[in-house]
């Protein structure tokens, strides 16, 4: 392992680019808005909604700042959530690792320009549209350089079994998604979820800290691969119903679940996200538990339809998994809001 050069810790990078007194003041009334649908003060849907990944700041800031406009039609009945995702994991390691590791994804990986691009292109989406955004904690270590600035933290299929990660979520002021693993266990998330809302101490970024626990931690619904390597969905009604009941054994704080529907819950079929969240939305008009347990949806969204190779310039267009052009996409979020 080869030491290539010190980077900046999060402290000297948020000194670079702070967050005004006005914007901070924004984030505290954003975050109280979020965490009443978490706790059920609030019966506003939530839309966890944007790229598969943030690899563009222009498409990016372009896209959210048409969510803003939708957010206005819609803001009775849904509160919208940017997916600003900066951290990608790949199945082999290999490809895109996204923005925080190159900034432009036509050229080599540059981390110390990767952190200052994930910092600024997080404080416009913010600062310019009102709304702030979700990322995934991919790293655990790399969380603080965004913590001041995220109001959804999501950690992924592939993280949710490890330590570090349900012990640092434990800590964050923000509400987490757990991810079902890829194996599709609930057993598995259900502890992540036990940890997040759990006090602990551990040794974080040289520190040895304290966490107060998080009783906003939550699960997220993703589908499953089984032994044949196929995708699995588990957003059906009986899948709702189960993890009801994983809910109610466990005693845990604000019993919640939001749902991703793409994934292997569409088989990375984008365009079934459509179908997917309408039966959702009809799983919680039919079963008020069910309504009480699901609030939200996670949908990747970008300007167009599909996905394309890094280096073929299609604008705003996914490099990494499909995702629902911006027409569908608006047409699907003023849907949803029509049945509520």
């Known amino acids: 392992m080869n030491f290539i050069r010190k980077l900046p810790i999060p402290l000297e990078i948020k000194e670079r680019y702070p967050l005004s007194e006005e914007l901070i003041a924004k ?33 990016v800031m372009d896209y959210t700042l048409r969510l803003a406009d939708l957010q206005k039609e819609v803001c009775d009945k849904i509160l919208i959530i940017p997916r600003v995702y900066t951290n990608k994991p ?46 995934e904690m991919l790293y655990p270590e790399n969380f603080r350089y965004l913590s001041d600035i995220l109001s959804y933290v999501a950690v992924g299929a592939r993280s949710v079994e490890n330590q570090q990660h349900r012990l640092v979520a434990s800590g964050i002021p923000v509400p987490v998604g757990m991810k079902n693993p890829t ?6 998330m259900m502890n992540s ?22 009783p906003l931690t939550h699960s997220i619904l993703r589908g499953y691969v089984n032994k044949h390597g196929q995708s699995m969905p588990n957003y059906h009604y009986e899948d709702l119903r189960t993890l009801y009941e994983l809910y109610l054994k466990k ?28 039966e959702v939305l009809h799983s919680r008009r039919y079963d008020p538990n069910v309504k009480s347990l699901v609030k939200g949806l996670m949908i990747e969204s970008y300007i167009e339809d ?18 629902l052009g911006w027409e569908k996409s608006k047409k699907l979020v003023l849907e949803i809001a029509d049945k509520l």
């Not at 036990?194 to 040895?208: D, K, N, P, S």
């Open 306 to 323: 599909g996905a394309q190779k890094i280096g073929e310039g299609r604008y705003g267009c996914s490099i990494t998994d499909p995702c």
């Open 27 to 59: 984030k505290q009334k954003y975050d109280q808005e979020v965490a009443a649908v978490f706790s059920g003060e609030s019966d506003k849907f939530l839309l966890i909604i944007g790229p598969c990944s943030a690899d563009n700041e222009e498409s």
């Open 183 to 188: 194996s599709g266990d609930l057993s598995v």
């Open 90 to 135: 790949r199945t082999t390691g290999d490809g895109y690792k996204g923005m925080v590791h190159q900034p432009d994804p036509t050229h080599e990986t540059d981390m110390l320009e990767g952190l200052i691009a994930i910092r600024r292109l997080h404080t416009r989406v913010a600062s310019e549209t009102g709304m702030f955004p979700a990322d």
């Open 251 to 278: 005693e845990l704080a604000n019993p919640a679940v939001i749902v991703d529907t793409n994934h292997s819950n569409s088989g990375k079929k984008y365009l079934e996200q459509i179908r997917i969240a309408n």
């Open 193 to 214: 979820v036990m940890a997040g809302q759990h006090q602990h101490m551990f040794l974080y970024r040289g520190w040895e800290v304290k966490s107060e626990g998080n």
